[in-house]
C-alpha cells in the first residue's frame, strides 16, 4: 500500500538557520508533490508544488526538491524565524485522480 | 474575502446521535473535499465531491455520509454507525484539482 513518511519527532532549530525536513515515499508514483503549513487548530495552507520533472522549486524563503528515483522530497526553510514554527505536511497527488495522499507531518521549532 | 467556512468550530455528540458538519464556499471550485485528522497523525479522505449531486467515498467513509446539492455547500454527517468519531474534521476545495484550500476545521468530540 502507499506510504507517505514524515519525521514524527519535532525539528528543534535556531533562528536563523536553515530547516531542512524530509518526505519519504513508497508504492506511488506520484505526478506531483506539495508541501502544506499546518498551525496548532488551523486548516492546512498550500505552500509550494513540484512535479515529476522538476527536480526544485523556490518560493522566497522555501525551497523544495523532488528525487523520483530517491523518492524523497526535501523542504528546506533558508533565515528560519520563530514564525515559522508550525507542523508541515507533504502530499502527493497523480493525474489519474483528484485526491491527495499526506504524509503524517513534521512539528518545526524554531527559537529565537 | 473568498473562502471556505466550516462550522461549528467545536461540536460535541452524545453516543449514538447523529451530527452534521457544515462547510460553505463562496470560491466557486467544483471540487470539494473532507478530511479526518487525528493527533499527530496525517489527513485521511473522507468523501469528495467533484461536481454538484455526485460523489465518492474516500478510504475512511464508513459510517460518514454526504451530499452536494449545491456547488457552495457540502455538509458532512456523522452516523452512529462511526465508532470512533471523536477527531479534527477538514473541508477542502479545489479548482485545479491539484493545490487544495482549508476551511478552518472543526473539532468532534463523543461525549
Given at each position: 500500500?502507499q ?13 536563523g538557520k ?5 518526505c519519504n ?17 488551523r486548516g492546512?495552507?498550500f ?6 520533472n ?5 518560493k522566497e ?5 523532488f ?20 507542523t ?6 497523480n493525474n489519474?485522480?483528484?485526491?491527495l ?5 513534521t512539528r518545526?521549532?524554531v527559537?529565537? | 474575502d473568498?473562502g ?12 449514538g446521535q447523529?451530527v ?7 470560491l ?20 469528495y ?10 478510504d ?11 456547488k ?9 454507525a462511526?465508532?470512533?468519531p471523536?477527531?479534527f474534521?477538514?473541508c477542502?476545495s479545489?479548482?485545479d ?8 476545521g472543526?473539532?468532534l468530540?463523543?461525549?
Amino acid at each position: 500500500s502507499q506510504k507517505i513518511e514524515q519525521n514524527s519527532e519535532a525539528l528543534n532549530i535556531q533562528e536563523g538557520k536553515t530547516a531542512t525536513l524530509t518526505c519519504n515515499y513508497t508504492n506511488y508514483s506520484p505526478a506531483y508533490l506539495q508541501w502544506y503549513r499546518q498551525d496548532p487548530g488551523r486548516g492546512p495552507v498550500f505552500l509550494l508544488l513540484i512535479r515529476e520533472n522538476e527536480k526544485e522549486k523556490r518560493k522566497e524563503r522555501l525551497k523544495v526538491t523532488f528525487d523520483t528515483t530517491l523518492k524523497q522530497s526535501l523542504f528546506h526553510i533558508t533565515a528560519s524565524q520563530p514564525a515559522d514554527s508550525a507542523t508541515y505536511l507533504c502530499a502527493l497527488g497523480n493525474n489519474a485522480g483528484n485526491m491527495l495522499t499526506f504524509g503524517g507531518g513534521t512539528r518545526l521549532m524554531v527559537k529565537p | 474575502d473568498g473562502g471556505i467556512t466550516q462550522s461549528p468550530k467545536y461540536l460535541f455528540r452524545k453516543e449514538g446521535q447523529n451530527v452534521t458538519l457544515s462547510c460553505e464556499q463562496n470560491l466557486n471550485h467544483d471540487a470539494m473535499y473532507w478530511y479526518r485528522q487525528d493527533p499527530g497523525q496525517g489527513l485521511r479522505l473522507i468523501y469528495y465531491s467533484q461536481i454538484v449531486n455526485d460523489f465518492q467515498k474516500g478510504d475512511i467513509a464508513e459510517g460518514y455520509s454526504v451530499s452536494r446539492e449545491k456547488k457552495e455547500s457540502f455538509p458532512l454527517t456523522v452516523t452512529s454507525a462511526q465508532k470512533n468519531p471523536t477527531a479534527f474534521y477538514l473541508c477542502a476545495s479545489t479548482i485545479d484539482r491539484v493545490r487544495q484550500v482549508f476551511g478552518p476545521g472543526t473539532r468532534l468530540t463523543v461525549l
